[in-house]
């Protein structure tokens, strides 16, 4: 039997432009940058319990030394998608916001709660979710 | 000021076997599958608390049609690179079970808590962590 896992506390998004990209997820979802590293990568505070980490594209396939260790080469690139959940009661107040601020939802759908998609600056296709699709929320 | 977000709730992966990764991450985390369409995509279940979603590489990248609604296009390519959080006390157990199972450790990187880095089937990196790197964990 496998130990336990705690849960998702990472994510990466691949990007050509970091400032353009930190600029993008602090104004929209008010992620703070809490850690930056040159023109390599920078990581955001995700609400206080997650991290979102952007990469520049390209600037990760050589290993990373630190002063902890060596961070092993990786790198991406496309559309990629991930999700953040959100309050039921927040739909309309997020609908808005995206509209206020220029980013226009590419799609809704239904699945048990209701999904919002758009895109970041590098097409990156973000999605904003209620209670009632997954079992886990 | 932008409305709350909870969390973030879906990570994805893109794969070149859908069962293969299914395989792994259900074998070597107890991730289970809980939703699959076909041969584009598998839902993990993260620990009862987030998403992890495989899809296969290229098969996304034309809008998908539910009965929900349209869910955009996205792809993605690479070695990504992502983590889950792991109790302190699990870092010895985790070690023994990725050596037992047979995935190497290629790196391990002190930074307030330690890292375990290692590759999944498709040659993406994993991080396990436990807590005191980042203020959110």
């Known amino acids: 039997m496998n130990p336990p896992v705690v849960g998702l506390l990472e994510s990466a998004l691949y990007v050509s432009n970091l400032d353009r990209s ?7 979802f008010g992620f703070p940058v809490m ?16 991290v ?3 990469f520049r594209i390209g600037a990760s396939t050589q290993p990373t ?23 039921e009661d ?3 107040r997020w609908r808005d916001w995206l ?12 699945c048990g709660g209701t999904s919002l998609y758009f895109r970041d ?9 209620t209670p009632g ?3 886990v929320y």
Chains 1, 2 share one sequence.
């Open 52 to 54: 979102l980490l952007l």
């Open 121 to 129: 600056p590098d097409g990156h296709l973000v999605e904003l979710i």
């Open 35 to 50: 850690f930056s590293e040159g023109d390599r990568m920078r990581a955001l505070n995700v609400a206080g319990r997650q």
């Open 22 to 28: 930190a600029e993008f997820y602090g104004r929209i």
């Open 133 to 135: 699709c997954w079992p």
């Open 99 to 110: 509209a206020r601020n220029g980013v226009p939802i590419e799609s809704e759908v239904k």
């Open 90 to 92: 927040q739909l309309e």
């Open 65 to 87: 030394q630190g002063s902890g260790g060596t961070i092993p080469p990786h790198d991406g690139s496309g559309n990629l998608h991930f999700a953040f959940a959100i309050g």
